[in-house]
């Protein structure tokens, strides 16, 4: 499986952001997929998942403000950011795992990153 990110930029805080992820492969209706962020310096967390039968998980600090999806008949998956905070600021990662994405250990794919940047 090969994931392409695109969508990243800058924003201003208050602002809405979209990233997508598009994956290769046949069995991406079967994964599990989500996307972590990484603060330079700092070790990669989870932001969301969303498993084969559309179960979400959200980090606290996300919770009513970021949304996942997937397409499963386009391969994709988004993550629609609302209401960004300076503190969102940090590379992106879309991930996919044959079971799950939680934890971190559990992933099997890992995208290249795209940056999301938050200005005040």
């Known amino acids: 499986v090969q994931l392409v990110e695109s969508g990243g930029g800058l924003v201003q805080a208050g602002g809405s952001l979209r990233l997508s992820c598009a994956a290769s492969g046949s069995i991406f209706s079967r994964i599990a997929m989500g996307w972590y962020r990484q603060v330079r310096g700092n070790e990669r967390e989870l932001v969301a998942s969303i498993n084969s039968s559309g179960r979400t998980d959200y980090a606290d600090s996300v919770t009513g403000r970021f949304t996942i999806s997937r397409d499963n008949s386009k391969r994709t998956v988004a993550l629609q950011m609302n209401d960004v905070k300076p503190e969102d600021t940090a590379v992106y990662y879309c991930?996919?795992?044959?079971?799950?994405?939680?934890?971190?250990?559990?992933?099997?794919?890992w995208g290249q990153g795209t940056q999301v940047t938050v200005s005040s």
């Open positions: 991930v996919a795992g044959r079971l799950t994405v939680i934890p971190q250990r559990r992933v099997d794919y």
